[in-house]
C-alpha cells in the first residue's frame, strides 16, 4: 500500500476540473471532466493542475567531526562497570517437569455434554 502510494506521487497524477461559470460541474484524476455544455461558450472552462513530489531520493553524504569524540569517549568509558566482563548465568532446565501431553491440555479446555 505505501509503495504504491509512493509509486503514484512520484510519478504525478493530473487532476481536471470543469467549471460552469464559477460552480465546479466535474472533476476527473487522470481522465478528463465531462463537459456539461454542448457548444463551446464563454462561461465553461477547464482547469487541471499535477501533483508531483519533487524530491528525487537521492542518497546524500554526512561529514563526521570527529573532534568531539575525544571528549565523548572518555565519559563513556566512565559508564561502563567494571564488572561487565563477567558471564551471565545459565538457566538449567533438567530440574524441571516435562510438558503435560497434548490430550491433557485439549480434555482441561474442553467442555463434555452429558
Known sequence: ?????????????????????????????LSTPEDCCKMPNECCHHESFTIKIQDDFSVTTHAFDFTQFAVVLPALVELVPVGATEKPSSVSFLDAPPPPKIQTVLSRIQAYLL
Not at 1 to 28: F, Q, R
Open 1 to 29: 500500500m505505501l509503495i504504491s502510494l509512493i509509486l503514484l506521487a512520484t510519478m504525478g497524477m493530473t487532476v481536471s476540473k470543469h467549471y460552469c461559470g464559477s460552480s465546479l460541474e466535474s472533476m476527473g484524476v
